[in-house]
């Protein structure tokens, strides 16, 4: 639980920012713009803003559902998902053991390669 609060407070603290951030640039914009220019000011934070919260709470929904689907006993730590898949296709940035010379068979052989 004092994972959530701590979350809900730095997104509070984000939040903080970019209000005085917006309210800056809006004061500004009536001193300086015209309110058209103040108008797509506010659409385009407002819409930003939406997005960005929208892609934070579908992100944290993604990761909590694929946690509680984790059987850590089954865990390994070798297995690839679909996103290791797409980013690496053909498995160029695993880490292997290194196998001695002498102990090279047929098999191994195939198998590294």
């Not at 004092?2 to 984000?14: A, C, D, P, R």
């Not at 951030?21 to 000011?41: A, E, H, K, M, R």
């Not at 993604?62 to 850590?72: E, F, G, T």
């Amino acid at each position: 639980m004092t994972m959530i609060n701590k979350q809900n407070s730095e997104i509070l603290s984000f939040a903080k920012v970019f209000i005085v951030l917006n309210l800056c640039i809006t004061i500004y914009g009536f001193i300086f713009q015209n309110s058209i220019w103040v108008l797509n000011l506010q659409v385009a934070f407002f819409s930003s803003l939406f997005i960005t919260i929208a892609s934070f709470l579908s992100y944290r929904r993604n990761v909590q559902n694929r946690l509680k689907n984790v059987d850590s006993s089954k865990f390994v730590a070798s297995e690839r998902d679909k996103i290791d898949e797409i980013d690496d296709p053909y498995d160029l940035y695993s880490e292997y053991e290194e196998i001695p010379e002498e102990e090279l068979t047929p098999e191994k052989i195939k198998y590294c390669f």
